[in-house]
């Protein structure tokens, strides 16, 4: 089974905190120019909802999901 | 096309009797007829009046509409542009050069390190009215204080400063003054902020503003994004604290259940923003003909946005005008949207989220002590809502 895998832009960010607030088991921002910071690029099932509820309120389209790629399995 | 637009010749000057918490009723109607209207500015040009969520919140997304005040059309003369370091009216790369900056310092983690000083801040607000009440303007004893506190501790501004500084900003926040009035309360800011980055340059403290002393942005940029700040920081939170409490006594089961359950405080405050959008409207102007819903929106067009009738669209938020605190609300407007979206809106919301809780934990019995019409609303004219006073009381123990 392969998972949506997730991006980050870190050109196009501008720190609102929206993804780090609504999952933040996937998304910190980094501590020292608050932009965003992906800790997971394959969410765990449990994160996601939420990393898809990020992807839509990111003020600044910076975080994408990516279809999943063909199982080869 | 355009012919088939609906027209709002000027924004509603009142809202409903009754209906505090809505936008005007033209302003809803208006949505009911589509996305955009024809709409003539206060100045006397045309433009667009956009009111559908997901239209304004594309506009917002949408580099080809400017935030740039000297681009803004809306009067017979060209306006100056926006002054160094006020970054809300400015476009790429201007705009980022000072937000860029500012970002690291309001995370969500720096934000929620702040959650224990709000408590007490806000414990301390809670204990004087207790001790001086009831009744109580929970307007000057509970939403004003502790953002003001709270911004002024962030940026440094000395204890001494902060009640004529608090003054002059509600003076040209309050939008009900005269000209002269208004122009006199801005001088008397911009100096006295002036003195303030003079004095941070040459003794720093442990603040927001002493740091950003040591970045390449000159006295005068770091003067305007103080401003900025300060301005932001707390009327916005303040007038959301005040109406929100406003909306929660007049909504008996709302408040009832926020009070039961603890767990329903982060959604509540989202809902809050959602349903009160107290920063109304902002503009833009398209720098290029834009294809919007179907319409063309020349370049040089300046559009108003209308945050609070987006954020009750039925398109997008099932029965919007009703306040419910276990809706997902989450995609509100109320911070904006796009590169402009609130650099404070952590703040704002560990501010709300502590105040709100600790205010319905520490009076029970909260209610209003003067029938709900006679609450003196600002006028719609103010770029931020609320209410000028709130009278409350409860049981003393």
């Keep these: 089974m392969s998972t949506p895998r997730l991006s980050a832009d870190r050109e196009s960010c501008i720190g609102a905190g929206m993804c780090a607030m609504t999952a933040p088991d996937v998304f910190d921002q980094d501590p020292d120019d608050g932009l965003v910071l992906l800790l997971h690029t394959e969410p765990p099932a449990a994160h996601l909802a939420a990393a898809r509820m990020a992807v839509g309120v990111c003020p600044s389209g910076a975080i994408t999901f990516h279809a999943p790629e063909p199982d080869h399995a | ?34 996305p955009i209207s024809h709409y003539t500015h206060p100045g006397g040009k045309p433009g667009r009046l956009i009111t559908g969520y997901d239209t304004v919140r594309a506009v917002l997304a949408d580099p080809r509409f400017s935030s740039r005040k000297d681009l803004m ?162 009327d916005t939170t303040a007038n959301m604290l005040s109406l929100g409490t406003f909306a929660l006594l007049q909504n008996p089961d709302q408040l009832a259940a926020l009070r039961a359950d603890p767990a329903l405080t982060d959604g509540a405050v989202e809902e809050l923003l959602r349903y009160l959008s107290v920063a109304k409207t902002f503009h833009r102007t398209a720098l290029e003909d834009v294809e919007l819903d179907g319409h063309t929106i020349e370049a040089g067009t300046t559009v108003l946005l209308s945050y609070n009738t987006a954020n009750r669209d039925p398109d997008r938020f099932t029965d919007p005008h009703t306040l419910d605190l276990g809706r997902q609300a989450a995609g509100h407007l109320a911070f904006s949207h796009g590169i402009h979206q609130c650099l404070g809106q952590q703040l704002a919301r560990v501010e709300m989220r502590v105040a709100f809780r600790a205010l319905v934990d520490r009076f029970p019995t909260l209610r209003l002590a003067v029938p709900a019409e006679e609450v003196a609303l600002r006028p719609e004219a103010a770029d931020i809502y609320g209410v000028k006073s709130l009278p409350v009381t409860w049981d003393a123990k």
């Excluded at chain 2, 609906?6 to 007829?33: K, N």
């Excluded at chain 2, 509600?170 to 009035?181: A, H, L, N, Q």
């Design chain 2, 1 to 34: 096309m355009s012919d088939s637009l609906h027209t709002v010749t000027a924004l509603p000057t009142e809202r409903r009797s009754g209906c505090p918490f809505d936008p005007p009723a033209e302003l809803i109607e208006a949505r009911r007829h589509g």
């Design chain 2, 73 to 234: 059309n809306v009067v017979d003369f060209q306006l100056p542009p926006a002054p160094p370091g006020e970054f809300l009216l400015m476009d790429e790369p201007e705009h980022s050069r000072y937000r860029k900056p500012l970002v690291g310092k309001f995370t969500v983690r720096r934000m929620r390190m702040l959650t224990e000083r709000i408590e007490q801040i806000t414990a301390d607000c809670l204990d004087a009215m207790e001790e001086t009440g009831p009744p109580a303007d929970l307007v000057t004893a509970f939403a004003k204080p502790i953002p003001t506190i709270v911004i002024c501790e962030i940026l440094g501004v000395p204890y001494a400063d902060r009640a004529s500084f608090q003054e002059q900003i509600d003076t040209f926040m309050g939008g009900e003054v005269s000209d002269e009035e208004l122009i006199a309360a801005y001088t008397a800011t911009q100096e006295y902020l002036a003195r303030l980055v003079a004095a941070k340059r040459a003794h720093p403290t442990d603040d927001i503003l002493s740091e950003l002393t040591d970045s390449d942005l000159t006295d005068e940029e770091l003067k305007g994004i103080s401003l900025i700040l300060l301005a932001a920081g707390f």
